[in-house]
């Protein structure tokens, strides 16, 4: 699993910076947080194909987050496209992107699924979850988790095989958390045989907001949690004024969130190197990363040791 910042700068785009965009890869498809503009040439200098990005989750409808997703839908279509997209984003959105296709007299030809919603479980797949929850901004505004679903623990094939069992088909149903029956007629379950099971993971992208109960749930226990931080330690007034947070609000929800990883995101364009954003913030252990636009971070597989 790996995230990929396409674009990092708030309000407006700089020469080093562009306007906010995430790609989450996961099992070679790209579920895609925020979609400002020129984000569908982003996604082709950091390498990506169109055809890969799967679901798409808008946080608001600001200009910054949302302007590159006509283009991106329609160009999705032009290379030939025909898997589904979905789309999530709040009230408004539907109306938004479907009038835009319509009036550049575009077709998508292939199945666009536009879910408009104010907060849940948005998708629920084999392998991950997708949910959001209600922000605090200056219009209607969704914070996003993906979230992976746990794994089995490690199977004791050592024990099994003491057991009189032989490896084959009945220890596959074993492992899926089944019952067999030993030579003796004694019946075995799959958990006497698992370890305690492993922990998916699970990464947030919060924008924009001030520090509000829906940051904190998503915050919660996150591998890496992305967040507004719109203004250096120092300006919560001025933050808080336009609907945002400080690179020190983020830093607090994350501590509290006992979140792993923590990304300073969507900084004004008023720092030329957004590295400044780090002045000020107090030590708390958790590492904190100010990515430039195309830096990839690796997400690593949880171990039964960790928490859930
Ligand atoms: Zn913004
Ligand atoms: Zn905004």
């Given at each position: 699993?790996?995230?990929v910042?396409?674009?990092?700068?708030?309000?407006?785009?700089?020469?080093?910076?562009?306007l906010?965009?995430?790609?989450?890869?996961?099992?070679?498809?790209?579920?895609?947080?925020?979609?400002?503009?020129?984000?569908?040439?982003?996604?082709?200098?950091a390498?990506?194909?169109?055809?890969?990005?799967?679901?798409?989750?808008?946080?608001?409808?600001?200009?910054?987050?949302?302007?590159?997703?006509?283009?991106?839908?329609?160009?999705?279509?032009?290379?030939?496209?025909?898997?589904?997209?979905?789309?999530?984003?709040?009230?408004?959105?539907?109306?938004?992107?479907?009038?835009?296709?319509?009036?550049?007299?575009?077709?998508?030809?292939?199945?666009?699924?536009?879910?408009?919603?104010?907060?849940?479980?948005?998708?629920?797949?084999?392998?991950?979850?997708?949910?959001?929850?209600?922000?605090?901004?200056?219009?209607?505004?969704?914070?996003?988790?993906?979230?992976e679903?746990?794994?089995?623990?490690?199977?004791?094939?050592?024990?099994?095989?003491?057991l009189?069992l032989?490896?084959?088909?009945?220890f596959?149903?074993?492992?899926?958390?089944?019952?067999?029956?030993?030579?003796?007629?004694?019946?075995?379950?799959?958990?006497?045989?698992?370890?305690?099971?492993?922990?998916?993971?699970?990464?947030?992208?919060?924008?924009?907001?001030?520090?509000?109960?829906?940051?904190?749930?998503?915050?919660?226990?996150?591998?890496?949690?992305?967040?507004?931080?719109?203004?250096?330690?120092?300006?919560?007034?001025?933050?808080?004024?336009?609907?945002?947070?400080?690179?020190?609000?983020?830093?607090?929800?994350?501590?509290?969130?006992?979140?792993?990883?923590?990304?300073?995101?969507?900084?004004?364009?008023?720092?030329?190197?957004?590295?400044?954003?780090?002045?000020?913030?107090?030590?708390?252990?958790?590492?904190?990363?100010?990515?430039?636009?195309?830096?990839?971070?690796?997400?690593?597989?949880?171990?039964?040791?960790?928490?859930?």
């Open positions: 699993m790996r995230v910042f396409l674009g990092t700068s708030g309000a407006v785009p700089t020469s080093r910076r562009a906010p965009a995430v790609a989450l890869v996961y099992n070679g498809q790209i579920v895609l947080f925020d979609c400002g503009e020129g984000t569908q040439r982003q996604l082709i200098l390498g990506f194909k169109l055809t890969r990005v799967r679901h798409v989750l808008i946080s608001h409808l600001h200009a910054d987050h949302v302007l590159g997703l006509p283009g991106l839908v329609i160009s999705r279509g032009f290379i030939g496209g025909r898997e589904p997209l979905d789309v999530y984003g709040p009230p408004g959105l539907a109306e938004f992107l479907r009038s835009t296709i319509r009036r550049v007299a575009m077709e998508v030809e292939y199945l666009l699924r536009i879910h408009e919603t104010r907060g849940g479980v948005l998708w629920e797949g084999e392998d991950f979850q997708l949910i959001a929850e209600p922000l605090q901004h200056r219009t209607f505004c969704l914070g996003f988790a993906f979230v679903r746990g794994r089995p623990g490690r199977f004791d094939a050592e024990r099994a095989k003491e009189g032989t490896p084959g088909p009945v596959g149903e074993l492992k899926r958390g089944g019952s067999a029956t030993l030579p003796d007629g004694r019946v075995v379950h799959g958990e006497e045989l698992l370890g305690p099971p492993i922990p998916g993971r699970k990464i947030a992208y919060v924008v924009d907001t001030v520090p509000c109960p829906g940051a904190e749930s998503l915050a919660q226990d996150a591998d890496l949690l992305i967040f507004d931080s719109t203004l250096a330690a120092g300006e919560e007034e001025d933050a808080g004024h336009y609907g945002h947070a400080t690179a020190k609000q983020a830093l607090e929800i994350a501590a509290k969130a006992h979140a792993r990883r923590l990304v300073l995101f969507h900084s004004s364009p008023r720092y030329e190197d957004p590295t400044e954003l780090l002045a000020g913030l107090p030590a708390t252990g958790i590492e904190v990363i100010v990515p430039e636009d195309f830096q990839a971070i690796e997400i690593p597989r949880r171990s039964s040791k960790d928490r859930g």
